[in-house]
């Protein structure tokens, strides 16, 4: 199955893949040495062997989405993903040491991750210097239609097909989207729990009871296919989830 991606939706996050690497980050590039094990060799971003290899690092990136999309994690062939690619299978293995860290590099570029960025060293979002009542739902409209997405809808289709028989590959999609999207918040907390006299000692918690509550009944119905929300809808979910993970922080139920 496809599902529901199409071949000039990869296309297109090849190509917005390739320019993050080249622009965003020094190229670490993973040598195979005599013992089996890694180095990390870096270039800086004018080098023109930087600009190569993040041409292959996004090419393999990209092969390995629609390989992952159509046969699921189990059934994808490293050997096919690098055919795809246009690349050796030696070179794939140059920039991924197994096909659980490919896998995660394809679920961090869908999530807009840089490689080797932490979340801390990113821009804040723009709704970080809105207040709570501005902020949290341009936050959970932001979410939704991230977690909605025709993508991440897919790739959360293929991790919990897999899941079962690779718990590796749970681990690092939790990681990969829980993971910063906890991250997130809790530094908006930070911000903004002193002047909004907020007492929050499980940030973690409050993150993820606001994705639950924006996710509520409108999640389960669009992966399963059963409606598309409209950008009203989206609104009106994170502006009803807003109100509450608000009324929580300021009752300290976190």
Wanted: proline share 3%.
């Amino acid at each position: 199955m496809t599902c529901g991606i199409k071949a000039k939706a990869v296309t297109a996050f090849m190509r917005q893949q390739l320019l993050s690497f080249i622009r965003q980050y020094s190229l670490s590039h993973r040598l195979s040495m005599g013992s089996g094990k890694f180095m990390v060799k870096t270039w800086s971003a004018d080098n023109p062997k930087a600009a190569l290899m993040a041409r292959k690092r996004a090419l393999i990136v990209g092969a390995a989405l629609k390989a992952f999309l159509e046969a699921g994690y189990a059934e994808a062939s490293v050997n096919q993903i690098a055919e795809v690619a246009g690349v050796s299978i030696k070179t794939l293995y140059r920039h991924f040491e197994s096909k659980a860290d490919l896998f995660s590099a394809v679920m961090q570029a869908a999530c807009g991750n840089i490689p080797g960025l932490n979340v801390s060293d990113e821009l804040p979002p723009a709704w970080y210097a809105a207040s709570p009542a501005e902020a949290l739902p341009q936050a959970g409209e932001d979410y939704l239609r991230h977690v909605l997405s025709t993508d991440q809808l897919a790739l959360y289709r293929v991790v919990t097909r897999d899941a079962h028989r690779f718990p590796e590959l749970g681990r690092r999609y939790q990681e990969a989207t829980t993971g910063g999207r906890d991250a997130k918040f809790a530094g908006y907390l930070d911000l903004w729990a002193e002047r909004e006299g907020w007492v929050v000692q499980d940030k973690r918690a409050a993150a993820q009871m606001f994705a639950g509550l924006l996710k509520a009944r409108i999640f389960d119905e669009v992966l399963l296919g059963l409606r598309q929300p409209s950008e009203i809808e989206i609104a009106g979910q994170a502006q009803e989830a807003a109100q509450c993970i608000h009324l929580l922080l300021r009752a300290g139920r976190f």
